[in-house]
């Protein structure tokens, strides 16, 4: 899921279109959480983060018990993980997500919504100095107090941390994102949520018009079954 996307869930919870589309997400999480770290939820950080995301989003245990078996069985039912790179209208960089057991129809699809909206896939790897990989985690304010916080972030290795809607969000190095769970597990805190996202390192301004246009290929590519994430470098 895309940044501060615990608190998008919230407000998409009502509508059933976008209920189903969460759960796919927060499932893929489970999956591949399992599949790295395997399924015992005491032992594995990021599945702990992801199962609490679950439950927050009032996904079904059966369904993460499914998704929990499937990723430490290795059995994907035949899906990969699969990213794309792009440019949308006005020459706005987006970064796609996908975990599909079809990458035929997924690129077809990925195509056409390009082109319906003056966009173009590009080749792989044509972002790579657009877009910088980073551990972001973000915590619920609570009853921490933001100094005393923020100073132990900064030590654990964070470059930059915000605090927004009762929401801490944590940036750091990829390599840092180790240091930085350790911390939080030391402190008995278990994040909204916790991974590695892809943060434009500049951005692009476009006009009202091409903002339209954006918008309508940002929504396609999020509504497509095999979209996990999104990421885009316009300025806001």
Known sequence: MGRKSAK?????????KARSKIYTKVLHDVGTAAKNGGGDIDNNFLLRVAVERCKKCNVPKDNIDRAIKRGIGGDSEGYEDVTYEGYG???????????????????????????????????????????????????????????????????AGAEDITLEDELYEIIAPMEMFGEVQK????????????????????????????LVQLERLIDMIEDDDDVVSVYNNLKK
């Open 8 to 16: 998008i869930a919230n407000k998409k919870g009502a509508n059933d």
């Open 89 to 155: 209208p006005g020459g706005v960089a987006i970064f796609i997500e996908t975990s599909t057991n079809n990458t035929t129809r997924t690129i077809g699809n990925l195509r056409s919504y390009f082109t319906k909206c003056n966009g173009s896939i590009g080749k792989d790897g044509c972002l790579q100095f657009i877009f910088d990989r980073k551990a972001v985690f973000l915590v619920p304010q609570g009853n921490l107090e933001e100094d005393n916080f923020t100073m132990e972030m900064i030590e």
């Open 183 to 210: 911390k939080l597990q030391s402190l008995e805190i278990t994040p909204d949520e916790a991974g590695l996202e892809r943060i434009p390192n500049n951005f692009k301004e476009v006009d009202e018009e091409t």
